[in-house]
């Protein structure tokens, strides 16, 4: 395990994209459920594990947004997967957090206040860092003083060893910029 390992992935992404120049940035938050066999994953007994998923994100965006463009982006985000008690009760109790990096293409559908984003990426958990694969849907609406609040639906999968947590998350954030 090295946790040591994300600011050198973050700074990665961001000295890539800092050549060029974003357009937008987007801060989300999310909520959701995870996916996944927690005591295959933690090759433990567990009694009623806390799969709820959430955490945030924030997005460089690049490129023009509207009907049909693709624009590309870079993620920084914090995920909490689950919670649960091991089966040694002298065992505290474990969060299952990640630091995750992606870069992501969106691509607008229709008139242009929708789109579909797929990216790859890391994440770094407590077992080490993972590769992670993720697409979701999303919708831009309009905000009071002109602001954007976009909302998005994402599933994720983590691909940890021989299991794969698939959280499964809903989000609304703020968009600042064009």
Known sequence: MSKSRFPFLALSLLVG??????????????????????????NDRIEEPSRLAWGGAGQLIFGQAGPG????????????FLTY???????????????????????????????????????????????????GLGKFL????????????????IFDGDTVLLPLTASIGLHFGS
Do not use: C, M, Y
């Open 142 to 157: 309009g905000g009071s003083g002109g602001r954007v609040i976009p909302i998005k639906l994402r599933l994720t999968a």
């Open 17 to 42: 994209a800092s050549s060029v120049e974003a357009q937008s940035f987007e801060v989300h938050g999310n909520l959701g459920r995870t996916f996944v066999d927690v005591e295959e994953w933690a």
């Open 69 to 80: 463009a693709t624009q590309f982006s870079v993620e920084g985000s914090f995920q909490h």
């Open 85 to 135: 008690d091991p089966s040694d009760e002298d065992e505290p109790t474990v969060s299952e957090n990640a630091f995750a990096g992606v870069a992501l293409a969106r691509v607008w559908i229709g008139e242009g206040a929708s789109f579909f984003e797929a990216g790859l990426g890391a994440a770094v958990l407590d077992r080490g860092t993972d590769p992670v694969v993720t697409g």
